[in-house]
């Protein structure tokens, strides 16, 4: 593992800035109607994510360990889809207000639980990454910060549709943006496990990418969302020649 050049300051900053992306999302949906300023979000951080995870996560898990990185990017990739398809029943990633649902609090809490550990291992993977190179650090960190805003407006949504206050919907995406945090400070607390996080952390990336983000995309009226997609991919490739 590469040493870290970036101040652990600095990166905890990142994982900050981060965070309070999931609780814009959150601000997001109650101030406005943003649902195609979220596609363009969703479909360009789709793009920069999923080339993040197959260029640099996967190659660099690989190279510190060839047999055992693969299976700890299926780990996390199955890991996903247990927290958000298996264990919960009722769980849509992106822009959805839930306007014409009714959801069950039981179901809505389940979802912020997964939604937090999802963005737990979003601070992971900064961490982590970081922990490896700057370089991949911040190529990371911006993968993830692009699809922060959908995560918070979509806990804050869940939230409203099962009856709770406002003021419960922006503390929800306060603890998305706390669990990102969370992440970034265990890997700087306990560095070794960059090792094992990035490979975990890129196999989430994939299974957001590729399951949560791109059918979003997908649902999205007007070809210049899917545009978007290779435009993020676009800028990932831009952003790694010129790193």
Same mark, same amino acid.
């Given at each position: 593992?590469?040493h870290a050049s970036t101040p652990f300051g600095v990166v905890l900053l990142l994982g900050l800035i981060a965070g309070l992306a999931d609780v #814009?999302? %959150? ?9 195609? !300023? ?5 479909? !360009? ?18 190279? =510190? ?26 769980f849509h990633f992106g822009e959805e207000t839930h306007a014409e649902e009714f959801l069950h609090r039981s179901t809505a809490y389940s979802v #912020?639980?997964?939604?937090? #550990?999802?963005? !737990?291992?979003?601070?992971? #993977? ?8 700057? =370089? ?19 806990? %804050? ?18 603890? /998305? ?19 094992? %996080? /990035?490979? &975990? ?6 299974? =957001? ?18 545009? &978007? !997609? ?14």
């Amino acid at each position: 593992m590469a040493h870290a050049s970036t101040p652990f300051g600095v990166v905890l900053l990142l994982g900050l800035i981060a965070g309070l992306a999931d609780v #814009a999302g %959150g601000l997001l949906l109650l101030r406005f109607r943003a649902e195609r !300023f979220l596609h363009g979000f969703v479909a !360009f951080g789709a793009g920069f994510l999923i080339a993040v995870a197959l260029v640099e996560m996967v190659p660099e898990s690989l190279e =510190v360990s060839a047999l055992a990185a693969p299976l700890w990017i299926l780990l996390g990739f199955c890991g996903v889809h247990l927290l958000e398809h298996t264990l919960v029943a009722h769980f849509h990633f992106g822009e959805e207000t839930h306007a014409e649902e009714f959801l069950h609090r039981s179901t809505a809490y389940s979802v #912020a639980f997964g939604l937090t #550990a999802h963005t !737990f291992f979003d601070g992971i #993977a900064i961490g982590s990454g970081f922990a490896f190179s700057s =370089v991949l650090g911040w190529l990371i960190f911006t993968g993830m910060l692009l699809h922060k805003l959908p995560e918070g407006f979509t806990v %804050g949504s869940v939230m409203l549709a099962s009856g709770r206050s406002a003021k419960t919907a922006v503390t929800a995406a306060c603890l /998305l943006g706390a669990a990102t945090v969370a992440g970034v400070a265990v890997i700087h607390l306990f560095p070794l496990l960059a090792m094992v %996080g /990035l490979p &975990l952390s890129a196999g989430v990336a994939l299974y =957001v990418a590729g399951t949560d983000l791109l059918p979003e995309v997908n649902r999205a009226h007007g070809v210049r969302y899917r545009l &978007l !997609f290779f435009l993020g991919v676009g800028a990932f490739l831009l952003a790694r020649a010129v790193s």
